[in-house]
């Protein structure tokens, strides 16, 4: 099975700063792979499908890309509300796997 | 608006059975896959089992296979998972989420049921 890993586990930031999750696949998954945001005691948030395109009704400081093995999240100007856990996952084939999860911590 | 409300969860015992429901609606159910996604206390999400539209093709982790049952009921707009052979570590939330258009992506998810599997 194809294994996901997010870096870095944890991420430290400032309201304001530019921040960027790694996603990183052990075979290629071309460009199918999702990000979720999700919120203590809340369900997950799609927020990025087929690595860079927005769900509707998410703000565009979120984008998304990468291909094949390689996946970045990227949030241009951290705001309050986005304190929260990220998680990426693929849907190439069968397990539907997701990643460890990153926490962004207010620094 | 799309809504997906799960029921069924609570204590259940080691060896023992639950099903959890999830009801929806909002849209086509038939069109679309469904899966169930669980998430320990204090960990990160697991993909647990996945359903087609038609019900007609089941996807299940290693965790689970043998043991858990996916199942829909397209006339009722419901989703099913029967957990036989229940285990410490299956206790956590369930996440009922709707797949997205012809694809594996989870756009929609419900509220979540906590399952605790203890003696």
């Known amino acids: 099975d194809i294994q996901m890993t997010q870096s870095p586990s944890t991420l430290s930031a400032s309201v304001g700063d530019r921040v960027t999750i790694t996603c990183r696949a052990s075979?290629?998954?071309?460009?199918?792979l999702a990000w979720y945001q999700q919120k203590p005691g809340k369900a997950p948030k799609l927020l990025i499908y087929k690595a860079s395109s927005l769900e509707s009704g998410v703000p565009s400081r979120f984008s998304g890309s990468g291909f094949g093995t390689e996946f970045t999240l990227t949030i241009s100007s951290l705001q309050p509300d986005d304190f929260a856990s990220y998680y990426c996952?693929?849907?190439?084939?069968?397990?539907?796997?997701f990643g460890q999860g990153t926490k962004v911590e207010i620094k | 608006e799309v809504q997906l409300l799960e029921s069924g969860g609570g204590l259940g015992q080691p060896g023992g059975s639950l099903r959890l429901s999830c009801a929806a609606s909002?849209?086509?159910?038939?069109?679309?896959?469904m899966s169930w996604v669980r998430q320990a206390p204090g960990k990160g999400l697991e993909w647990v089992s996945g359903i087609s539209g038609s019900g007609g093709s089941t996807y299940y982790a290693d965790s689970v296979k043998g043991r858990f049952t996916i199942s829909r009921d397209n006339s009722k707009d419901t989703l099913y998972l029967q957990m036989n052979s229940l285990r410490a570590e299956d206790t956590a939330v369930y996440y009922c989420?709707?797949?997205?258009?012809?694809?594996?992506?989870?756009?929609?998810w419900g509220q979540g049921t906590l399952v605790t599997v203890s003696s």
């Open positions: 996952q693929k849907y190439n084939s069968y397990p539907w796997t």
């Open positions: 989420a709707k797949a997205g258009s012809s694809s594996w992506y989870f756009q929609h």
């Open positions: 909002g849209f086509t159910f038939s069109s679309y896959a």
């Open positions: 075979q290629s998954i071309s460009s199918w």
